[in-house]
């Protein structure tokens, strides 16, 4: 079952990705939101009961009815996950992800530790040595895949339309605190087109020494909305 909208998922083979490894830093699942036991049936509604951030109202195209703005994907396990569309582009598109346990009225705004490169860090006046950061971020701006027997988001974010650049992340979201399993990066694009698979991979012991620094842009489950 698809997570991202059909769009995006026409370009998930030359899209890549920036992600990152949850377990970083103390991180905690969010406080859940309780959902009716009747799912709702239109954004507005879904917005009504989840209450998300209003960054992810930003693009008003999300209005429309005929846009496929939210989608819930069941897993392997049971468990579901729930897709928000909070902004598009040419060929990225922006989402957050609601994790719902089995046999649960709780749904949980997941937070994924992603990944960036230090000289497209929107704050210039951070001043970092490391090639790469990394930040947290509930958005997932780029296209993802969900493999639903095995419970894991196959995620890409394209530096291009054309691909072959980018960062490239494999996401267990077996449970409400998202695991990276693996990260690839390919910063320079360059006319070697090569496969996402092809791209350098770091270890978590590699990723791990790079700072985390707080981004200007994220979406974050503290931002919700207070009814």
Request: aromatic fraction near 10%.
């Amino acid at each position: 079952m698809r997570l991202f909208s059909k769009a995006s998922l026409t370009t998930v083979l030359s899209l890549l990705v920036i992600g990152c490894n949850l377990g970083c830093r103390n991180i905690k699942a969010a406080e859940p939101n309780t959902l009716p036991e009747k799912l709702p049936k239109t954004r507005q509604e879904w917005k009504s009961v989840l209450n998300w951030p209003k960054k992810c109202d930003e693009n008003p195209s999300l209005t429309s009815d005929d846009f496929d703005s939210v989608e819930v994907t069941n897993l392997r396990s049971g468990n579901q996950l729930v897709s928000v569309v909070c902004t598009t582009g040419a060929y990225n598109m922006g989402e957050i992800i609601y994790f719902h346990p089995k046999n649960s009225d709780k749904y949980t705004l997941l937070t994924f530790t992603r990944f960036g490169v230090t000289e497209n860090f929107p704050d210039k006046s951070v001043k970092n040595k490391s090639k790469y950061y990394r930040y947290l971020d509930s958005l997932l701006w780029g296209s993802a895949l969900v493999k639903e027997e095995d419970e894991i988001i196959y995620y890409i974010h394209s530096f291009r339309g054309a691909g072959g650049c980018g960062i490239n992340v494999v996401y267990d979201v077996s449970t409400e605190i998202p695991k990276v399993l693996k990260l690839r990066i390919k910063p320079v694009c360059g006319l070697n087109m090569l496969s996402d698979e092809d791209w350098p991979e770091f270890s978590e012991k590699e990723y791990k020494k790079w700072p985390l620094l707080k981004h200007p842009d994220a979406i974050l489950p503290e931002q919700t909305n207070k009814k």
